[in-house]
């Protein structure tokens, strides 16, 4: 157990659907990340938040829709996506400032259909 | 060219072999260098990190880190079967947040 929870951790959607994603940290930690992973791919940053406010968006399309309510809890908010957003979406937190100490969770995989 | 090379393997090993993963960069700005495991359907796990050159122990796992040949390498002695895994590098110019990773080799430990 890392620490670091996802909800769901299988979601198929329909291109015209509306979903969210939940992360959620019981590490203390103050800066959390949104990454993609796709096959034969390296981990794609999306995402980063420190002290709940957003620090990094990685070029990432609007139909991706990040929220940070807290230091513990992190979102992702999903709408009409497309086939090529399926992928294995992990979240990550670590002290700000010490981002090469990230801890993740086990990602939600999202099929789009 | 690619900011972080990392062969994809499979790279297959018998039981108790020495096995040593390597990663090679092209930002000479990189000072943090990090070796995270993956397993099938989990989330990456932080095995290590080493800041600048040098070597670095944790039990069975060895990084090492050639700044000068742009060269990191993770050693595993005594391999064991619950060491298959993707193994990760990741690296960092700063503290901060921002990791460049490789894609990852797929380690298959047979008994």
């Known amino acids: 157990e890392t620490g670091v929870t996802q909800t769901p951790r299988h979601l198929v959607m329909g291109m015209t659907n509306k979903k969210s994603l939940k992360c959620e940290q019981h590490l203390g930690h103050n800066a959390m990340y949104w990454y993609k992973q796709s096959a034969k791919k390296p981990l794609e940053l999306m995402f980063v938040?420190?002290?709940?406010?957003?620090?990094e968006n990685n070029s990432v399309p609007s139909r991706f829709s990040p929220e940070c309510p807290n230091s513990s809890h992190l979102f992702l908010h999903l709408h009409t996506l497309q086939p090529e957003d399926s992928a294995l979406y992990l979240c990550a937190s670590s002290q700000a400032g010490s981002g090469y100490e990230q801890y993740f969770g086990p990602g939600t995989r999202l099929t789009v259909t | 060219q690619k900011e972080v090379e990392q062969d994809p393997g499979p790279l297959s090993v018998p039981e108790g072999a020495i096995v040593s993963l390597n990663c090679t960069y092209s930002?000479?700005?990189?000072?943090?260098f990090m070796w995270y495991r993956q397993y099938s359907r989990k989330g990456p796990e932080l095995l290590m990190y080493t800041y600048s050159s040098g070597n670095k122990e944790d039990g069975r796992f060895t990084a090492q880190v050639d700044k000068s040949s742009k060269y990191i390498s993770l050693f595993i002695r005594d391999s064991q079967p619950s060491d298959s895994a993707t193994y990760l590098c990741?690296?960092?110019?700063?503290?901060?947040?921002?990791?460049?990773f490789g894609g990852g080799t797929r380690l298959m430990v047979k008994p």
């Open positions: 990741a690296m960092s110019a700063d503290a901060g947040n921002m990791l460049t």
């Open positions: 938040y420190n002290f709940k406010e957003q620090t």
């Open positions: 930002n000479s700005a990189f000072q943090y």
